[in-house]
């Protein structure tokens, strides 16, 4: 049985930075994608940052380009993503997701395709 459970969400001021993790059991990263996604209050889940099994490949959106990094720790079946310079725009609970087969037509950023999420961590910032 598959298990993501996500950890290091809170609340920062704008301008601050946390790291978030995202812990997989029973799960195995070869060839396939793990992501992060968020959902803010009154709006639609969106993809935040999604990366390759090898770690080569990375995805961001737009609004979080060159301020958040997402990484993978394959050997502690671990994903990471560090957010910098956060915004009160990026408020919002945060779901780590895994096991987005490679060679599909979509955006690794579209949470369609993803078959594990976890239950989430929420992130606030104050301004």
């Known amino acids: 049985q598959v298990q993501l459970v996500e950890s290091g969400g809170g609340s920062v001021q704008a301008g601050g930075s946390l790291r978030l993790s995202c812990a997989a059991s029973g799960y195995t990263s070869t060839d396939n994608y793990m992501g992060w996604f968020r959902q803010a209050p009154g709006k639609e889940r969106e993809g935040v940052a999604a990366?390759?099994?090898?770690?080569?490949?990375?995805y961001y959106a737009h609004s979080v380009k060159d301020r958040f990094t997402i990484s993978r720790d394959n050997t502690k079946n671990t994903l990471y993503l560090q957010m910098n310079n956060l915004k009160p725009a990026d408020t919002a609970m945060y779901y780590c997701?895994?096991?987005?087969?490679?060679?599909?037509?979509?955006?690794?950023?579209?949470?369609?395709?993803?078959?594990?999420w976890g239950q989430g961590t929420q992130v606030t910032v104050s301004s």
């Open positions: 997701a895994a096991g987005r087969p490679s060679g599909l037509g979509d955006s690794p950023l579209d949470q369609y395709n993803y078959r594990f």
């Open positions: 990366i390759f099994s090898g770690g080569s490949s990375t």
